[in-house]
């Protein structure tokens, strides 16, 4: 089973940037599709930003587009997502998930809860105004 583990959350200014980290254990990172999801309180948790398992495709909600840059590294089991202009609206816990992806799926993206099966367990951000 694969864990993940997100770091790198924290108190920062509007238009500042954070880099948040998600390091995988327990299985083949390098066939895992990855994604990263928010949630802030009273709200449901929605996608941000996704990754294919060899990096080459990705995809971001609209909200976030230009903003936010999703990377891996597979040498290190890690999956980045750099936050710039952060904004008030941004504050919520950011949370890693993962799937495995199959041949027939091809180098992939994945956008939605559901499609994952593994999460971390979060890491805070808030912007302050």
């Known amino acids: 089973q694969v864990q993940l583990v997100e770091s790198g959350g924290g108190v920062v200014q509007a238009g500042g940037s954070l880099r948040l980290s998600c390091v995988a254990s327990?299985?083949?990172?390098?066939?895992?599709?990855m994604g990263w999801f928010r949630q802030a309180p009273g709200k449901e948790r929605e996608f941000v930003a996704a990754?294919?398992?060899?990096?080459?495709?990705?995809n971001y909600a609209d909200l976030v587009r230009g903003r936010f840059t999703i990377s891996r590294d597979n040498a290190k089991n890690t999956v980045y997502l750099q936050m710039n202009n952060l904004k008030p609206e941004d504050t919520a816990v950011y949370y890693c998930a993962a799937r495995p992806v199959y041949s027939f799926q091809g180098d992939n993206y994945f956008d939605d809860t559901h499609e994952y099966d593994v999460w971390g367990l979060g890491t805070q951000v808030t912007v302050s105004s």
């Open positions: 990754i294919s398992y060899r990096g080459l495709n990705t």
């Open positions: 327990g299985r083949s990172f390098s066939t895992d599709a």
